[in-house]
């Protein structure tokens, strides 16, 4: 029996990777065993979060336990598996991370570069709140053999080969695209699999979801400001989780915008172009989003530094060029 895709019912994450696979005939089967890999480590930290209250893997980095032994944070801890993951995958000749101000060299004749968030939403972790895992892959611009370069990393996000999340909610998700439409897997805990469950994910249009830290309301500029109160106006709905990836995911099945602006204490924003908003940028425009900073689009910006901050609008196509008709009236002064 076949679904609407021509994929067995029950299509597994490996049976989906290889059958796209196959749909690229010079693909040579690494970026599918690279996706694997980053898989394979989201069900090892699926399975400590899941037991982080009694694993002792909570709290800051510095503590002891009562054995004496280092506590170490659980976004350490993801950094460790991913890096762990794809060091012994070897598929990639560099990861650049959040947790990590240098490039990690990996194997020098592999042909891909990944960035990632291994653990997204601090101050979620804690408190038992969806957080996520983001992941951009590129591929090198050095010859095979030699160490990664910074030139390597700071390409722009449309120079991504694929791009996903790991949503650690109240199902597991991974969702990924390879630039070739957007598709979601549920992981299966009893069986170790994840499953497609959300076939070609595409954006609506318009929604009627903002998504806001309106604690810093005072900071913001006046049109973002102005945005928010018309969304209020509207009866929109406000929803924030302080989860990047649980607020995207959202706002992708609903319809909505994510806004993380500039504040006067923080020019740039918070979120980082590299580990977040890339990755992010790439699958909502994949399903038919938008991503910008206010100014041009995320995927169009050329990184500077790896660690890099940027304000970041993202989600429905109109709700997006509001902000940005609001944004480009005050510029012009009209
Ligand atoms: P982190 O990478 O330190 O976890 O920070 C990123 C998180 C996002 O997941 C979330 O959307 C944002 O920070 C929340 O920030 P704030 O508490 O300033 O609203
Ligand atoms: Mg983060």
Do not use: W
Not at 43 to 49: F, G
Not at 231 to 244: D, F, N, P
């Amino acid at each position: 029996m076949t679904n609407n895709l021509g994929l067995p019912v029950g299509t597994t994450l490996d049976r989906f990777i290889k059958r796209n696979q196959e749909d690229f005939p010079y693909a040579s089967g690494e970026l599918s065993q690279l996706l694997r890999d980053i898989a394979l480590a989201g069900k090892i930290l699926n399975k400590e979060i899941n037991h982080a209250g009694l694993d002792n893997i909570i709290g800051d980095m510095g503590e002891t336990n009562v054995q004496g032994e280092n506590q170490q944070k659980l976004d350490v801890v993801a950094d460790i598996r991913f890096t762990r993951a794809l060091r012994n995958g070897g598929e990639v000749c560099a990861i650049v991370s959040e947790e990590n101000e240098e490039i990690v060299h990996l194997n020098p004749n592999s042909k891909y570069l990944v960035a990632i968030d291994p653990l997204d939403g601090s101050s979620n972790i804690d408190v038992n709140v969806s957080i996520g895992t983001i992941f951009s892959i590129y591929r090198r611009k050095s010859p095979l053999g030699s160490a990664a370069t910074v030139e390597d990393v700071l390409q722009s996000g449309r120079d991504q080969v694929a791009a996903g999340y790991l949503l650690y909610g109240s199902s597991t998700m991974l969702v990924y695209t390879t630039g070739n439409k957007v598709n979601g897997f549920t992981y299966e805990p009893s069986l170790g699999e994840f499953f497609l469950s959300h076939r070609n994910m595409c954006i609506p249009k318009d929604g009627e979801i903002f998504s806001i830290n309106e604690g810093y309301y005072n900071d913001y500029e006046e049109e973002i400001k102005a945005y928010v109160l018309s969304c209020k106006e509207r009866h929109y709905s406000a929803r924030y989780i302080g989860s990047l990836v649980g607020d995207f995911h959202r706002n992708l099945l609903k319809g909505g915008i994510y806004l993380y602006p500039s504040t006067k204490k923080n020019p740039s924003g918070k979120l980082r172009l590299l580990y977040e908003c890339n990755a992010l940028a790439f699958i909502a425009e994949q399903a038919g989003g938008k991503a910008t900073n206010g100014k041009q689009a995320i995927l169009d910006i050329l990184p500077e530094t790896f660690h890099q901050r940027t304000p970041f609008l993202v989600g429905s196509p109109m709700m997006v060029d509001e902000v940005m008709e609001n944004l480009k009236k005050v510029t012009s002064g009209k």
